[in-house]
């Protein structure tokens, strides 16, 4: 027997969408759920889960995920000093060059070992 409750894995697309636009019509989870059941023939998506991919659908007009904000990029003008730093005086530590360019250590490795494709030797 089919019990309402959470869906075990997420929700398709076309799942979504027939919830937003059935809660558009009907305005209740419950009639939106008994759809679901006989249309996809599987478990319910809880009930805040439609509430909220309408909230989302009403607010931004679209039901897929937006791109996630992620770590911000090194910048062309770190890119750029890093390798004028490092042409001067290849021999030049990092942490030095990080203390001069008032940088993080971490930001100057990247750079060197992605950017400029230079690896550290011992």
């Keep these: 027997m089919l019990t309402a409750g959470p869906v075990s894995k997420m929700a398709s697309q076309?799942?979504?969408?027939l919830c937003?636009?059935?809660f558009e019509v009907s305005r209740s989870v419950i009639i939106v759920q008994r759809e679901f059941r006989t249309?996809?023939?599987?478990?319910?998506?809880?009930?805040?889960?439609?509430?909220k991919w309408?909230?989302?659908f009403v607010e931004t007009a679209f039901l897929c995920k937006g791109k996630r904000s992620?770590?911000?990029?090194?910048?062309?003008?770190?890119?750029e000093r890093v390798s004028e730093v490092f042409q001067r005086?290849?021999?030049k530590s990092v942490a030095t060059a990080n203390r001069e360019m008032v940088m993080p250590k971490i930001t100057v490795?990247?750079?060197?070992?992605?950017r400029l494709c230079?690896?550290?030797?011992?």
């Design 70 to 79: 992620s770590r911000p990029r090194v910048s062309d003008n770190s890119n």
């Design 20 to 22: 937003v636009l059935r």
């Design 89 to 91: 005086s290849p021999r």
């Design 109 to 114: 490795r990247k750079v060197l070992r992605k």
């Design 54 to 56: 309408y909230r989302e």
């Design 14 to 17: 076309q799942e979504k969408t």
């Design 39 to 51: 249309r996809f023939r599987k478990d319910t998506p809880h009930k805040n889960n439609t509430n």
């Design 118 to 122: 230079l690896n550290r030797t011992r």
